[in-house]
């Protein structure tokens, strides 16, 4: 039976992450990002002895002017703190063994809990923190 627990984190009217939480089970592939996203986030879902035939993927120049970051945690726990344009937070979310977050937009930081590890995947090629990355003043 499918149950896709996927959460939407957005704050005036920008989308700042998506979250697909550990508990979710799905019957067929479902992606839950918009078709217009320049990262796909979903669960890959298929019957025992389903075989997709062999390929590769087209070579298309694509115009990506963001950076999208996404993490599964595999062990341990992590917080991401979102902040709006002034470094105020307005949302927390907890991650644990299991869960997965796309970073799409916005000012973001990760809190370390307890011991972790995750897989991490974003565009490429990496700047540098120099370049890549813009950080903000936190407020209270």
Same mark, same amino acid.
């Given at each position: ?25 799905? %019957?067929?592939? *479902? !992606?839950?990002?918009? /078709? ?6 979903? @669960? =890959? ?40 344009? %002034?470094?105020? *937070? !307005?949302?927390?979310? /907890? ?6 977050? @796309? =970073? ?37």
């Amino acid at each position: 039976m499918s149950s896709i627990h996927f959460e939407v984190i957005e704050y005036e009217g920008t989308r700042y992450a998506e979250v697909i939480w550990a508990d979710s089970r799905a %019957e067929i592939t *479902k !992606f839950c990002s918009p /078709s217009t996203s320049s990262m796909q986030f979903g @669960l =890959l879902a298929h019957e025992k002895g389903f075989m997709e035939p062999a390929h590769y993927h087209k070579s298309i120049d694509r115009k990506i002017c963001d950076l999208q970051q996404m993490f599964v945690v595999q062990k341990g726990k992590v917080a991401v703190d979102f902040f709006d344009r %002034e470094g105020r *937070k !307005f949302k927390e979310v /907890s991650l644990t063994a299991g869960d997965a977050i @796309l =970073l799409c937009d916005g000012a973001h930081s990760i809190r370390v809990l307890e011991d972790m590890q995750c897989v991490s995947v974003k565009q490429g090629p990496f700047m540098g923190d120099k370049n890549d990355k813009i950080q903000i003043e936190v407020r209270d």
